[in-house]
């Protein structure tokens, strides 16, 4: 595994991206895969709630469109965005519907690195989010 801290900071650096004008939160992931890559997903919200998509699905649906399937570990950033523009490190658990989208890509032992309010981060897995998860086996 990558150094946690090291993926965390890429999850900052594809927050920086983050549009996210509604909800005031920048959320980044880094996500690696078991080559080593790294691939950074920022939130990209909408005037249509409905259609917003989540920093972690974002950066999953692109590893997968460039042809990569097989993943380690994911880093999420989260942020707080003042009216000036100053950004509060936020605690930011992948929701349910990014939890269940990991799922279809990555075992129960997949890294889930969370940053947190100190600049720290704490350290899971995808089995722990998500027990007794629904899968049809494909
Ligand atoms: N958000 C994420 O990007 N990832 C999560 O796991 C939870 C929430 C985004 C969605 C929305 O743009 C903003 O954070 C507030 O919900």
Known sequence: MTDPGFLLEEARKARENSYSPYSHFAVGAALLTED???????NVENSVNGASNCAE????????????????????AGARVLPDGTLVEAFCPPCGVCRQTLLEFCREDLSVIIGKEDGTYMVTTLGELMPLAFDLGN
């Open 57 to 76: 699905r974002t950066a999953v649906f692109s590893a997968v469109a460039g042809g990569r399937k097989n993943f380690s570990a994911i880093a999420i």
């Open 36 to 42: 080593g890559e790294i691939i950074r997903g920022c």
